[in-house]
């Protein structure tokens, strides 16, 4: 199982990135799926989720109308649309793979299965 994270960048105040991250391994669509991010010296925390078949969005109240998730089943891949970025911004940010049967919050790191490697976002004042 491989989840390969890739997007990130550096950006100045108010501007966007799109993150990606495709799924090797897995039955991509029977998975929820998240993206988590951990700046320096802080915990992992959740930013967005969406449920398998292409249902239900979750996001942090941090990044609620900046932030878009979104899936493509057919390219096994999930996306962040990150815009009006500011440097709280920063962070490395991860996906998750979630495959629980049962109702889970997709909030909670725990719940996930896999992950990937992580990709550096900066953004600048």
């Known amino acids: 199982v491989q989840l390969q994270a890739f997007g990130g960048g550096l950006v100045q105040a108010g501007g966007s990135l799109r993150l990606a991250c495709a799924a090797s391994?897995?039955?991509?669509?029977?998975?929820?799926m998240g993206w988590f991010r951990q700046a320096p010296g802080k915990e992992r925390e959740f930013v967005a989720g969406?449920?398998?078949?292409?249902?239900?969005?979750y996001y942090a109240d941090s990044v609620k109308g900046r932030f878009t998730i979104s899936r493509d089943n057919a390219k096994n891949t999930v996306y962040l649309q990150m815009n009006s970025l500011t440097p709280e911004d920063t962070a490395v940010y991860y996906c998750?793979?979630?495959?629980?049967?049962?109702?889970?919050?997709?909030?909670?790191?725990?719940?996930?299965?896999?992950w990937g490697q992580g990709t550096q976002v900066t953004v600048s004042s």
């Open positions: 969406m449920r398998r078949y292409n249902s239900n969005y």
């Open positions: 391994g897995i039955t991509f669509s029977s998975y929820h």
């Open positions: 998750g793979a979630d495959s629980s049967l049962i109702l889970s919050s997709l909030r909670t790191g725990s719940e996930y299965d896999y």
